[in-house]
């Protein structure tokens, strides 16, 4: 295995062989494209400047124009650097060129027309009796406006090869020069990063790194150490998950962001403490201190805890979903005993009744489900209403959708497992509210139409009093009296917040209540 100077010297010299090989290619590119189009300038320049030159035009009138353009026309391909300068006819009847024994023949190239047919001035790249070049074309006209020939001056490819060539060896001598320099500071580098690395090779690095990474996100328990200064320096994914601490809050002093922990008193004393009990962030959990000892001196102190509600919670969960289920079997139950009924008089041949029982049961289903499929979209929502339906069925309670309801799809972040905390619950205490009575009625409604997704859910039952509406959310307080009751509100109230929201309650006693639930749309 390679060392770590071989790698950095190699990489750093193959990075900047790279980059030279990168800038000379854009460099080449960039000269080619520039250097082609300011010499097919020059040329088209040049030639429009001969075309308007009157003595090349009054020429045209003579015997024999090339007495008079081919010195012109040489004095300034002279000047200019240029490969050719052709002077020819309108058809193309060469009356200047380098070589004079060529006069009087025609062209080649075959890019005329654009000249001398449509009078356009023009650069063009052709093959001529010299070979591969780029021209200027520029067409002559006679007082009257008349294309009687046409110019044209053009540079050798090769010639426009051996400029650029010319430059890049320029760049090449710099490159070499720079990938030396290059080379000896790497050189300098990896001395200077084993010296602070404590002459670890990368691999070595690496394993350690994985094998601690791999340990801090396998342990559940949330996991916070700090440095002799109190400053946090290792906070792993259950300690953030656990106590809502976000990664900017890694490498802050542990007193902002838990101020209550008795870090401090383990780095003065070095002393491990052990299953303590404490409230952090609003949560019980229990927490162990082990100090971090580096040559008999307390360098940091490891701060390991367990949520205590945890498992609560958990439980919680599970009865929610359990009552989830229970209302999915109640409707099936109700709908298994209706087809019982409808079997049954089948059977005994009372058709009319039957299809009675089945009109009136298709009406009442689609009174009931109509608002649900047609303006709930979210499947989780329609799935926790159809069961709830059911259940209030079985209870002889009105549980009315209202028509003015809309919801579509939820967001990833609010899981079908929240909804069924938040919805099964609220809609379960009013049913309760209103169990008693005759005629008992409980209201939903959803929209979606703003930046919440807002869920309403109204009894007519007795209400809440005023006293008791300031501890509904507390854990442990019920209405009710009853011991193991009380923990429904507390869990919704903690769903919502965990999903940003907010929770309203509105009763009058007497007259009935009204919970309200602001989701956000978008995860903060």
Known sequence: MR????????????????????????????????????????????????????EVIEAFELDNPSEVIQP????????????????????????????????????????????????EYYKSEAVGSLGPSLRGKAPIFNEEDEIIGIVSVGFMQEDIRSIIFDRLRTLFMSS???????????????????????????HE????????????????????????????????????????LTEEEKSQHIDEVLPNTKVYQVLEHGEPE???????KDRVVIVSHTPIWEENEVVGVVASFRDK???????NTLSEVKNYSEDLRAQTHEYTNKLYVISGLLQLGNYQEAINMIQEESKQHNHQTKTLFSNVEDQSVQAILLGKLGKASEKKIDLIIDEGSSMS????????????TILGNLIDNAMEAVSHKEH???????????????????????????????????????????????????????????????????????????????LPKQKN
């Open 309 to 315: 509600t945890e498992i609560q919670d958990m439980i």
């Open 72 to 119: 012109i026309a040489e004095d300034i391909r002279k000047a200019i650097g240029a490969e050719f300068i052709v002077v020819g006819n309108e058809d193309s009847i060469r009356y200047s060129h380098p070589n004079e024994d060529r006069l009087g023949l025609r062209m080649v190239g075959g890019d005329n027309d654009r000249a001398l047919i449509h009078g």
């Open 205 to 244: 690095i690496v394993q350690l790194y994985r094998e601690r990474r791999a340990v801090l996100r396998s342990i559940k328990e949330g996991i916070i150490a700090i440095d002799r200064n109190g400053k946090i320096t290792i906070m792993n994914h259950s300690a953030r998950k656990m106590l809502d």
């Open 440 to 518: 008992g009625k409980v209201v939903f409604s959803v929209t979606d139409l703003g930046n919440d997704i807002i869920f309403e859910v109204s009894d007519q039952g007795d209400g809440i009093r005023e006293e008791d509406q300031q501890r509904i959310f507390d854990k442990g307080f019920s209405t009710k009296g009853h011991r193991d009751r009380g923990y429904g509100l507390f869990i919704v109230e903690e769903v919502v917040h965990e999903l940003n929201g907010t929770i309203e309650v509105h009763s009058e006693p007497g007259q009935g209540t009204v919970f309200i639930v602001y």
């Open 3 to 54: 060392s770590l100077k071989t790698k950095i010297i190699t990489l750093v010299a193959l990075l900047l062989i790279l980059v030279i090989l990168l800038i000379t290619a854009i460099f080449s590119y960039i000269e080619w494209s520039k250097t082609k189009e300011n010499i097919g300038q020059r040329a088209l320049d040049v030639a429009t400047s001969i075309s308007h030159t009157p």
């Open 409 to 420: 799809t939820s967001p990833e972040h609010i899981s079908t497992s929240k909804l069924v």
């Open 274 to 280: 052990y299953d303590d009990e404490m409230i952090l």
């Open 176 to 202: 070499s020069i720079i990938l030396a320099l290059g080379v000896l500071g790497s050189i300098f580098l990896t001395n200077s990063i084993r010296k602070d690395i404590l002459g670890l090779e990368p």
